[in-house]
């Protein structure tokens, strides 16, 4: 579920491990940047490659 809000910024629920919760809270505290920053730049990063991009899912089904 995404929800938009007043400024147009769309928020968006996931669901994680509690070993990736400590592994991007580590990584935040490393690179003094906050968890939501790491997200959208993994975000970035997927979205930059595409199709190119080697995933253990399929995307492409609904």
Do not use: F
Request: net charge positive; glycine share 6%.
């Amino acid at each position: 579920m995404a929800v938009v809000g007043q400024d147009g910024a769309v928020r968006v629920t996931a669901s994680l491990s509690r070993e990736q919760e400590r592994a991007l809270k580590e990584l935040a505290a490393r690179h003094k940047v906050s968890v939501s920053w790491l997200v959208r730049h993994a975000v970035d990063q997927l979205v930059e490659r595409g199709c190119d991009a080697q995933l253990p899912l399929d995307l492409g089904r609904n």
